[in-house]
């Protein structure tokens, strides 16, 4: 895969994850060990995560731009 796709395979891979958690967690605390909790967690974690890619993608570098106005970077290093 070429180099310019990173942020997207990025988006992809931290929304795909972070959005399992989430929703195993949720679904963990709402239905607790139940027979059929993991059907349950992938029947919430799939849409969560189809509407987690995109909102990654465009949030993401908006929140770039706000931990770099938040940080000091060192004098040598590029911003």
Do not use: E, K
């Not at 310019?4 to 959005?19: E, K, Q």
């Not at 349950?40 to 987690?52: E, K, N, R």
């Not at 990654?56 to 731009?65: E, F, N, S, T, Y």
């Amino acid at each position: 895969m070429p180099a310019r796709f990173a942020p997207i395979a990025f988006g992809f891979v931290l929304s795909c994850l972070m959005s399992f958690v989430v929703s195993g967690i949720s679904t963990f605390r709402n239905a607790g060990l139940a027979d059929d909790v993991f059907s349950l967690w992938i029947g919430s974690w799939l849409p969560s995560w189809l509407i987690a890619f995109p909102i990654v993608l465009i949030v993401g570098p908006v929140a770039r731009r706000i931990v770099n106005g938040l940080v000091n970077a060192d004098p040598g290093q590029a911003r």
